[in-house]
């Protein structure tokens, strides 16, 4: 990387170029998880599709190591990586809307905020997550599990296109009709096949849900977790609602009372009508009364965001999930035991279903391929103070450990950490080697591969 290339590099690309001892440096290399300390050689705010062919070439040309950032949010810190480039797309913004078209598209810096925002004025959205910083960029391409997946499936379900950079420079559209193969990988391989430049998706109905919280005693959480488990197996689609263990915050939102207590409790957002879903989640209801019982109507930006301001960056994070497809009694008093050792405020265990609409599609049908899973478990230790994360990493260890041998034995890649080759592979089961396929065919040297890595057949892998 000579200093000649690098000027040439700088009058090619629009956008800034930022190097160590560069003033803002420390800023720009900055990722999500505070844990994640990695010191690129070289960072490229792309300011457009040209800056991200350019950046491509370079770091291929130059043997660089190369990174993709869109929101700057995974857990394992795959938004950046040591001592090479990071082609950092969070300058790249834009949404636009078709309402009549009911589709949306989104460019490849935006979070899943601006995406909220800009479909809400029509009563649309994209089904997405539970936290509104979240990128769309990671989000989607990992799968994309939310409010909404009971009723409209995951993220990429709702994909209709993507514009993407090879490892080569080119670039092509991937749909069902352009590169159906490259299409098929996108939805669940993640960042492996190249730079996602525009997001094209299907909007659903999704102005405003009926949403809030029930909580219970700790001591309530066997039979809550039981109740929980049989009914939304069966529930109508349009009621959503995760399990999670939690300290209630200190926050005017919450009764004083029950300020920095443990509880458990399930997280509600339902579709239909408020009497509709007040009638539905009522069957949840063991004996006793909640400590706080409360939904209302709520536009699904608010939504969204009901959580971003308790998770801001900078905060430690580790964390570990798996697909479940039974919860039987005796993995509920494991959980119980351990949801009850909340190392710090922020940590959590959140079930998310991904029954329903996610369902209706074969494992085969995308990359992702837990599509008969019932939900996602993850396990969630977070803490602002550095001092905390032998806490809350051995917690989350402990806890994922003790729950394992229950799981469907899958992981989700976007709750990953770096957890090893044999976990990616059974992230994807059957569909691994079809994605060793599709990898060689777009980036046979593997130029992708900071991210849960899928290798190019060719290697042999
Ligand atoms: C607070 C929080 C809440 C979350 N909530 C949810 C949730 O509700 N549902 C859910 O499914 N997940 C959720 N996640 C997980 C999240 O989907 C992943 O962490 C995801 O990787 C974040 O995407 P990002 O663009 O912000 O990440 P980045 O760190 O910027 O990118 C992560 C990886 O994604 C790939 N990537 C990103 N953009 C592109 C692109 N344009 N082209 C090619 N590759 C790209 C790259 O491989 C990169 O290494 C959450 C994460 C956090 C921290």
Known sequence: ????????????????????????????????????????????????VADVIAAVNYARDEGMLVAIRGGGHNGGGLGTCEGGLVIDLSAMKGVRVDPAGRTVRVAPGSVWAEVDHATHPFGLAVPTGFISSTGVGGLTLGGGIGYLTREYGLTIDNLLSADVVLADGTLVTASEDSHPDLFWALRGGGGNFGVVTSFEFRLQPGGTMYAGPTFWPLEQSVEVMKAYRDYILDA??????????????????????LHMKK???????????????????????????????????????????????????????YWRADFVDELSDEAIERHAKHGAALPTMHSTMHLYPTNGAAHRIARGDTAFSYRDANWIEVIVGVDPDPANGTAITTWCKDYFDALHPYSAGGAYVNFMMDEGQARVEAAFRENYG????????????????????????????
Not at 247 to 255: D, E, K, Q, V
Not at 270 to 286: Q, S
Not at 438 to 453: C, E, G, H, I, T
């Open 1 to 48: 990387m000579t200093t000649a290339r690098i000027d040439n590099l700088r009058s090619t690309v629009r956008g800034a170029i930022v190097q160590p001892g560069d003033a803002g440096y420390d800023t720009a290399r900055k990722v999500y998880n505070a844990m994640i300390d990695k010191h690129p050689a070289l960072i490229i705010r792309c300011a457009d």
């Open 236 to 257: 109508p689609k349009s009621i959503n609602g995760f399990f999670a263990f939690l300290t209630i915050p200190p926050s005017p939102m919450f009764p004083e009372a």
């Open 263 to 317: 509880v458990c409790g399930v997280m509600w957002a339902c579709t239909g009508p408020a009497a509709e879903a007040e009638a539905e989640t009522r069957a949840v209801r063991p004996d006793g009364t909640p400590l706080l019982d409360h939904q209302a109507e709520t536009p699904m930006p608010v939504l969204n965001s009901l959580f971003d301001g308790l998770y801001p960056p900078g905060l430690q994070w």
């Open 434 to 461: 079809r994605l060793t396929l599709v990898k060689s065919q777009y980036d046979p040297a593997n130029l992708f591969r900071v991210n849960q890595n899928i290798h190019p057949a060719a290697a042999g892998v």
